[in-house]
């Protein structure tokens, strides 16, 4: 996989990870509220599929189809564990540790994409 | 959604700002579990209970919880046989609040653990930013 | 002397092909003043970008995300076009020292 494209996957994994942020953050607002269901995105893979058929038939640089838009549409209800009577579905420890698992996996796609940022402008800098 | 990150930490800080209400309330009626009233046959203190309800918000991109109200528990007062007490009836019953401070005790709990979940959500949304930012310095 | 400009051309993956690879024919004057320009309008273009993300950004049109790529992408972009200009003005210096 060619640095460009390796710096695209980083970047997608990134907003598909913000976009979990806000659905883990909504059910966490919403652990007491009666009748409401967890909800969850889409496995990162899908919502990559979508986006890939759009990627090959455009420039590389430039993603057409919006992966913000294709992970928000990719919301859905995750299949609810337990129920409580009051029909809330919010499990606060895993949501805490959903919670958890962006923020390991943001910093590292923000670390990768970081460091291969430096190296292409390291490749390119060397000598007239 | 325009950007899910500055999303995220305005829907974990409408979380915040419900649970830190619902606590205010659950500790008014446990400070007031045992506030009879001061003359005679009067009304104790009545317990407050506190609804949420989410509204769109179009700034955030996304449904925010908002306090919807707080309203009065209708269930009847408890009675105590005190003659003696200022607030006694004719036949020396005394109204007390309908407060039971058990399960007062166990909402505060249950409030405190879901407000520092929002706190931390709301922490870890700032941090993701930061982290983005960071991107851009050398 | 030009196998000097060939080291250009594999700078074209940072840019995505935004910068045209330079092809090996007979080099001239003229060729190298239209190259040079290409090289300034690619530079002033991926500057402007950057320029309207961030805009965007402040505007709260785009997402903090969107706002950090362009810049990164722009800086890349200008790296490459740097690199390129001063190989093809090292590469012109070299062929006007040539003796006639």
Avoid: C
């Amino acid at each position: 996989m060619g640095p460009l494209a390796l710096l695209g996957l980083a970047s997608q994994h990134m907003k598909w990870l913000s976009v979990r942020q806000a659905a883990v953050s909504q059910n966490l607002a919403n652990v007491s509220t009666p009748g409401f269901r967890a909800m969850d995105v889409r496995p990162f893979q899908d919502v990559l599929q979508r986006v890939q058929t759009d990627l090959a038939t455009t420039h590389a640089d430039h993603i057409a189809a919006s992966p913000l838009s294709a992970a928000s549409s990719a919301l859905r209800q995750a299949d609810g564990s337990d129920v409580t009577t009051s029909g809330n579905s919010v499990n606060l420890e895993q949501e805490l540790l959903k919670a958890g698992d962006v923020n390991r996996d943001y910093a590292l796609n923000a670390g990768v994409v970081k460091s291969f940022h430096r190296m292409l402008l390291a490749s390119v800098k060397g000598g007239a | 959604m325009i950007d899910p990150l500055q999303s995220a930490l305005r829907i974990a800080g409408s979380g915040l700002d419900v649970q830190s209400a619902r606590m205010r309330v659950v500790s008014e009626n446990i400070a007031n579990a045992s506030s009879t009233g001061s003359t005679l046959g009067a009304d104790p203190y009545a317990r407050k209970t506190i609804s949420f309800q989410n509204e769109m918000s179009r700034a955030a991109g996304a449904p925010l919880l908002r306090v919807r109200g707080i309203d009065v528990d209708q269930k009847p007062f408890r009675v105590e046989l005190n003659p003696g007490h200022p607030a006694a009836d004719e036949k020396g019953y005394v109204k007390l609040p309908n407060v039971d401070v058990l399960v007062e005790l166990a909402d505060l709990r249950e409030t405190n653990r879901s407000y520092q979940a929002n706190l931390q959500a709301v922490r870890q949304s700032r941090e993701l930013i930061t982290m983005t930012l960071d991107l851009l310095k050398a | 002397m030009l196998d000097a400009l060939a080291p250009v051309g594999s700078a074209g993956p940072l840019t995505g092909g935004a910068v045209r690879p330079l092809s090996a024919g007979a080099v001239q004057g003229a060729d190298f003043t239209q190259m040079l320009a290409q090289v300034a309008a690619d530079a002033a273009g991926s500057i402007k970008a950057g320029e309207a993300a961030a805009i965007s950004g402040i505007q709260g049109k785009a997402s903090v995300q969107q706002v950090v790529d362009a810049v990164l992408s722009a800086e890349r972009t200008l790296q490459t076009t740097l690199a390129v200009r001063d190989k093809m003005v090292a590469a012109y210096q070299e062929i006007s020292r040539m003796a006639i």
